[in-house]
């Protein structure tokens, strides 16, 4: 396998990161109607991209951890899955609870960028266009 990123995982982290960007800047243009959210951006924006960044580390890990379940057998495939899906939450519940524990940001926009994975999955076949559109 190797430690080469497949195309595929490339188009959906760059998703994760234009939905990341996306979401900071609807929130800043939000924070900056509505004042009460203005005193908090700091603390938005750290969750925000800690959540980002943990999401592409759960996609890599997700895209590794597929890969080396197809080269087992299928019930130790779906105890491997079963055991690697059970360390993505565990990651993910530790993250809230260290950005709770310090308030070092909002443990909601963490959520937010951990959620970004799905965006990004559902941006990949639009990125797939616009970057394969000079190859054809």
């Given at each position: ?31 900056y109607?509505y ?94 266009k ?7």
């Amino acid at each position: 396998m190797g430690s080469k990123i497949n195309e595929k995982l490339s188009e959906i982290l760059a998703g994760i990161f234009l939905s990341g960007v996306t979401i900071q800047i609807l929130f800043f243009a939000a924070a900056y109607f509505y004042r009460p959210f203005w005193s908090g951006r700091t603390s938005f924006a750290v969750g925000l991209w800690i959540g980002v960044a943990v999401a592409a580390v759960l996609s890599i890990h997700m895209y590794r951890s597929i890969d080396h379940a197809l080269d087992m057998e299928p019930d130790a495939a779906e105890r491997y899955i079963r055991r690697v899906y059970t360390i993505r939450a565990v990651v993910i519940m530790v993250m809230a609870a260290v950005i709770w524990y310090t308030g070092i940001g909002y443990v909601m926009a963490s959520f937010l960028g951990v959620f970004c994975i799905m965006f990004g999955r559902w941006m990949q076949p639009l990125i797939h266009k616009m970057v394969s559109r000079g190859e054809d």
